[in-house]
């Protein structure tokens, strides 16, 4: 186990991505807490599997798209498990809808949850660690879209542009305190952000097409790479997007 005597908090882990995270970093050795905003049973069933394997684990609902939240967050997290190594920033929104009908209202929403969270998250998180000098890494879950546009998702490849620029800049900033900073962009996976996309073949069989390893990804596809991230093996690591997207991003070919 990797993860053995180290505590993390994995916000939105109560389904999809965040959940599989939970649950790896768990197996791997951790201490977990579990955060949700709306979704307690997904959280409480998170926390029960964590349990299961003998790991501590807590369930601390918070909305991170609110700073004080955030920080309240980070606050209750470090009190529960006894200290915090690992923050993974997962939670994350998407909402279609073509650039000239994006409202003020759910640009700021998505924007609140996706970028503006992580990065006071990412700041109590490190204040914390400075203060408790100890080491750690920061873990954020951005996307394939931190580098590829995605027409009417705007407000979303803003938030993961920025997270990319944020992740690149902490990496450094934070970097004489020990605690790295990473990005996983995966592409496309079988979660509950793209249930639309799953359930529909006449979307499904053109994405499919622009896979190369010909398969949607799976959430511990990218929860492998997270539980990596956080152990030992990527202490030289920091600064770096890992790409988990079965070859999407950087496809191209001409019939
Ligand atoms: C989005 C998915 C999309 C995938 C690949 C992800 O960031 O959340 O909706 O299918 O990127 O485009």
Known sequence: MTLSGKNALVTGSDQGIGQAIALEMAREGAGVVVNYRANREGAEETCSQIRQMGRKAAVIQADVGQVAESKRLVRE?????????????????????????????????????????????????????????????????????????????????VSKGGLKMMMRDLAIELASCGITVNNIAPGAIETPINRHLMSDPKLLAPLLKNI????????????????????????????????????????????
């Open 77 to 157: 997290s470090a009190a529960a498990l006894n200290g915090l190594d690992i923050l993974v920033n997962n939670a994350g929104i998407e909402k279609r809808a073509p650039f000239l009908e994006v409202t003020e209202e759910d640009y700021q929403a998505l924007l609140d949850v996706n970028l503006t969270g992580p990065f006071f998250l990412s700041q109590s998180f490190a204040q914390f660690l400075k203060d408790a000098g100890r080491p750690g890494r920061i873990i954020n879950i951005s996307s394939v879209h931190e580098e590829l546009p995605f027409p009417h998702f705007a407000p979303y490849c």
């Open 212 to 255: 190369p390893l010909g398969r949607i990804g799976q959430p511990e596809d990218v929860a492998r790479v997270a539980a990596f991230l956080a152990s030992s093996g990527a202490d030289y690591i920091t600064g770096a997007t890992i790409v988990v997207d079965g070859g999407l991003l950087w496809n191209y070919s001409e019939q």
